[in-house]
């Protein structure tokens, strides 16, 4: 039997993929010498790709510290993506609208690998804010958002972030699978997640499910604030205000709750 073909890629285009990858919220600044050993690419083809990134636009060197960082030609591209989604324009006014409703800022999150992204936010007006990233990777069994898309995943997407390991950040983030299953089970039944401090300390949230047209989850609604705001009692009726926004975003993605409860 014939071996199959894979696909050819060019070499150039990727590390220079890979290095534009290479950055991130916690390491927004790179050297040459820093990528070259990360990559494990020679100097003089990292200088070579940064400089054909720079004359694009999508990093800029520091000229007195000679580090890289991302350019606005990355955000250029990342603003049509946002833009064209359509959950992404969908569940705009009801962000805009939970904000009103809760006094937290709000989110959108979706599942990209193993991880969840905020790919939407809304501020809320308080002078104390819950410092949050666009874009930022954080691991699915310590956020509320996170935990609801993983309830509503395929099993082995699940164990695959089990098996990853469940790393703690804080205290009260969850390191048993058992503990992981429960939980899931539970979010599934009440329709809801609240993570209390499990990535940040000082911080809680509430997220709910975003179905699409065919009833699949796609994507959560969360809020976030600081525990002192966000106290245990008022948790029930901001679970259900969140719950709402999630069920009307899915309205505006198609999703039609009478059709599936006939089956």
Do not use: W
Not at 114 to 143: A, F, M, Q, W
């Amino acid at each position: 039997m014939p071996k199959k073909k894979q696909p050819q890629t060019l070499s150039s285009v990727k590390n220079a993929l890979l290095i534009l990858k290479s950055f991130s919220t916690y390491e927004p600044t790179k050297k040459v010498s820093e990528l070259a050993e990360s990559l494990g690419l020679a100097k003089s083809t990292v200088s070579r790709l940064l400089s054909t990134l720079a004359s694009e636009g999508f990093v800029i060197k520091d000229q007195k510290t000679n580090a890289y960082r991302l350019g606005m030609s990355v955000l250029t591209l990342g603003g049509i993506v946002t833009n064209n989604l359509e959950i992404h324009k969908e569940s705009a006014p009801v962000l805009y609208k939970l904000v009103n409703d809760t006094g937290e800022t709000a989110h959108l999150a979706i599942m990209d690998g193993l991880d969840t992204i905020y790919i939407h936010k809304e501020e809320c007006n308080h002078p104390v804010r819950i410092l949050t990233h666009l874009g930022r990777r954080n691991p699915s069994y310590c956020t509320s958002s996170g935990k609801v898309l993983l309830a509503f995943s395929d099993d082995h997407v699940v164990e695959a972030v089990i098996n990853q390991g469940l790393v703690p950040y804080t205290e009260n983030s969850i390191t048993d699978p058992d503990l992981l299953q429960e939980e899931l089970t539970s979010i599934r039944e009440k329709g809801y997640a609240v993570s209390t401090e499990e990535l940040t300390e000082g911080t809680k949230s509430v997220a709910a499910p975003i179905r699409d047209y065919q009833g699949k989850v796609v994507s959560a609604i969360t809020v976030v604030g600081p525990i002192q705001r966000m106290k245990d009692k008022k948790i029930p009726d901001i679970a259900k205000k969140v719950m709402e926004a999630g069920k009307e975003a899915s309205e505006r993605l198609g999703y039609d709750e009478r059709y599936f409860k006939r089956f």
